[in-house]
């Protein structure tokens, strides 16, 4: 099986006429609840900093970053179907996350979802707040509560709808297939028996997997899958486990 190349150009600025030394770039995959280095390579003058990397036919969330760096550097999806990808920009630009990719459906959908749950963020963190702060001693706690309810499932249909839309055409890639699933939030609404279910609580400790397919290996593939467990863990049961271990 022949192995996909994704070419990484960097442009450095040269401060002053001594060759670059130790500047070395790593791309990484995330396997086995970690980022792992697929391939690396050193920015020279003599390549002009014009880098070639081997993806190692992986698909899935990775990063690009300097070598030895404990710090997030880029993050992006890699799909070995995209051969034409390329990223561009300074070494600073990999530590600080700004990097221009071209030639990626991929990266360029899975932009569009983190503005769309980005765009909705704040809206459904203030309503959980407040349904959180809500005193039982309120003479009509049970009314504000089903009201505060309404709105946060009302917040995530409309992010669930944005995702649905960003990636409708695009069954086989990465976002669509685990990355949107990962963003999508569970609400009453998408079952005929949520009406059951007299809080959305109580639908979300049996329906908090819903958009997430375990069968699929890719899964692994991103490191939110980990944070969904544990949100789940420490949310809806007593159990308590330390996914960073």
Do not use: W
């Not at 150009?9 to 697929?38: A, N, W």
């Not at 920009?89 to 700004?98: A, D, L, N, P, R």
């Amino acid at each position: 099986v022949s192995q996909s190349r994704y070419e990484l150009r960097i442009t450095v600025q040269i401060l002053s006429e001594k060759p670059i030394q130790g500047q070395i770039i790593c791309l990484k995959g995330y396997m086995d609840g970690h980022f792992v280095t697929l391939d690396s390579a050193e920015v020279t003058i003599e390549n002009k900093g014009l880098l070639s990397l081997e993806t190692k036919n992986y698909k899935g969330t990775g990063e690009l970053n300097l070598h030895n760096r404990l710090q997030p550097g880029t993050e992006l999806i890699l799909n070995p179907k995209e051969e034409a990808v390329r990223f561009v920009g300074t070494v600073e630009g990999i530590t600080q996350g700004k990097l221009d990719i071209l030639n990626s459906t991929e990266n360029a959908l899975y932009a569009q979802l983190k503005m769309a749950r980005n765009r909705f963020e704040k809206r459904l963190a203030a309503s959980m707040k407040a349904k959180k702060e809500l005193s039982p001693l309120q003479h009509d706690y049970f009314q504000a509560y089903e009201a505060l309810d309404l709105n946060i499932e009302a917040i995530k249909d409309s992010i669930n709808f944005q995702c649905d839309s960003i990636t409708e055409q695009h069954s086989e890639l990465f976002v669509t297939q685990i990355t949107k699933n990962l963003i999508k939030l569970p609400t009453r609404s998408n079952l005929p028996e949520g009406k059951k279910y007299d809080t959305h609580d109580a639908f979300l400790h049996e329906h908090f997997f819903d958009f997430i397919d375990f069968g699929n290996p890719l899964l692994i593939h991103h490191y939110a899958f980990s944070y969904l467990l544990e949100q789940y863990l420490s949310q809806f049961t007593r159990l308590r486990i330390n996914f960073s271990i």
